[in-house]
T-cell receptor, first 111, second 111 residues
């Protein structure tokens, strides 16, 4: 049973469009993350948040932005999608000394 | 800095054992291990904290050598369900959060 939800699961969109990837968790975790992963490759941290109104950029430079207005919600927005943004985006949350719980991911294709 | 995993890939027959290594050039506070099956999100296996003991989960266990900044994942009597890509994630600076992941080890278990 998933406690962290991502929508949409798949998205094909044209170049220049604005998109928002949704991520919500029901566990009350303060810490949330966005990772980008190409097929068969490692996960790259692009954004993270340690709590409401706290967001930081990750190790991989990204043109996306995030917001954290509520504990349970951590959406990622691309103002103008480009083919280079084609990838899988994974949202995760964590607390204390437990591991990450990942969402099912959004597979984004920009044409 | 990205941890280094070895080997990159390993093929086993059911019932055989395997060891996957993860090393870092910086001081680590924690090491996480995850398994990701094709088309799915990574699943948390275990976490090892600085100063902590070796952890175990069913027939999968792991160790953390603080002096060498290395962790090893041990899979004994492998099962078909163990197939997937194993990632280690490391955190430093006294924090358990904001993981940096290795490139992964593809484990294939054949009948």
């Amino acid at each position: 049973e998933a406690d962290i939800y991502q929508t949409p699961r798949y998205l094909v969109i044209g170049t220049g469009k604005k998109i928002t990837l949704e991520c919500s968790q029901t566990m009350g975790h303060d810490k949330m993350y966005w990772y980008q992963q190409d097929p068969g490759m490692e996960l790259h941290l692009i954004h993270y948040s340690y709590g409401v109104n706290s967001t930081e950029k990750g190790d991989l430079s990204s043109e996306s932005t995030v917001s954290r207005i509520r504990t349970e919600h951590f959406p990622l927005t691309l103002e103008s999608a480009r083919p280079s943004h084609t990838s899988q985006y994974l949202c995760a949350s964590s607390e204390l000394v437990n591991g990450y719980t990942f969402g099912s991911g959004t597979r984004l294709t920009v044409v | 800095q990205q941890p280094v995993q070895s080997p990159q890939a390993v093929i086993l027959r059911e019932g055989e054992d395997a060891v996957i290594n993860c090393s870092s050039s910086k001081a680590l506070y924690s090491v996480h291990w995850y398994r990701q099956k094709h088309g799915e999100a990574p699943v948390f296996l275990m976490i090892l904290l600085k100063g902590g003991e070796q952890k175990g989960h069913e027939k999968i266990s792991a160790s953390f050598n603080e002096k060498k900044q290395q962790s090893s994942l041990y899979l004994t009597a492998s099962q078909l369900s163990y197939s997937g890509t194993y990632f280690c994630g490391t955190a430093g600076g006294g924090s358990n959060y904001k993981l940096t992941f290795g490139k992964g080890t593809l484990l294939t278990v054949n009948p």
